[in-house]
């Protein structure tokens, strides 16, 4: 099983919502990612969980909340968030952080998210 | 800081044509890995091929090839016998030895395969 599995796939949300996206991976990965991408751009990276822990947070506004309960599944908190936050969240999962030993990060469809 | 650059916004190749689409990257390291991923319009990032930087011989699958120069810091992916399949957005992308697991991806080449 080579999958990352991203929930929901499309999530319309207005500005005072609270909802989560969901990412789940069972190849016994150590480590996991937030990206944002926006139409037509490259993934920006978001945040990175390693061995369920938060190591990297590249300076993300608090209405994103990541949340990693086990090393399976990646979660992202979602509050008060913006028309211009609209966007595709995708999900990325690898070995480790390590680079010697981080050959492939296996990436998630995306949710597609739209702030009204 | 590491950068990543792709200069081709969109090309377009006939189906069963070669294209080359290219990379460079600036990093003063010298040990990393390059990588080229695709997304076709279902939008999942497909790992296409990867290079390691301290390999010399360019790496290879199936119809994909890279051309690495890595004192030119030039990194460019070769389709050959290309297929519909193929149109996607390409990405380039750098990842250094920093140790974060994390990805510096270039602005992306639009393909378009045409029959």
């Known amino acids: 099983d080579t999958e990352v599995t991203q929930t929901p796939k499309h999530l319309v949300m207005g500005m005072t919502n609270k909802k989560s996206l969901k990412c789940e991976q069972h190849?016994?990965?150590?480590?996991m990612y937030w990206y944002k991408q926006k139409a037509k751009k490259p993934p920006e990276l978001m945040f990175v969980?390693?061995?369920?822990?938060?190591?990297i947070n590249e300076s993300v506004p608090s209405r994103f909340s990541p949340e990693c309960p086990n090393s399976s599944l990646l979660n992202l908190h979602l509050h008060a968030l913006q028309p211009e936050d609209s966007a595709l969240y995708l999900c990325a999962s690898s070995q480790n952080i390590w680079r010697q030993t981080n050959t492939e990060a296996f990436f998630g469809q995306g949710t597609r998210l739209t702030v009204v | 800081a590491q950068t990543v650059t792709q200069s081709q916004p969109e090309m377009s190749v006939q189906e069963a044509e070669t294209v080359t689409l290219s990379c460079t990257y600036d990093?003063?390291?010298?040990?990393?890995?390059l990588f080229w991923y695709k997304q076709p319009p279902s939008r999942q990032m497909i790992l296409v091929i990867r290079q390691e930087a301290y390999k010399q011989q360019n790496a290879t699958e199936n119809r994909f090839s890279v051309n690495f120069q890595k004192a030119a810091k030039s990194f460019s992916l070769k389709i050959s016998d290309s297929q519909l399949g193929d149109t996607a957005m390409y990405f380039c992308?750098?990842?250094?030895?920093?140790?974060?697991?994390?990805?510096?991806f270039g602005q992306g080449t639009t393909l378009q395969v045409k029959p």
């Open positions: 969980y390693s061995y369920e822990k938060l190591s």
């Open positions: 190849m016994g990965h150590r480590a």
């Open positions: 992308a750098f990842m250094g030895s920093s140790n974060t697991g994390k990805l510096i």
């Open positions: 990093t003063s390291e010298s040990n990393y890995y």
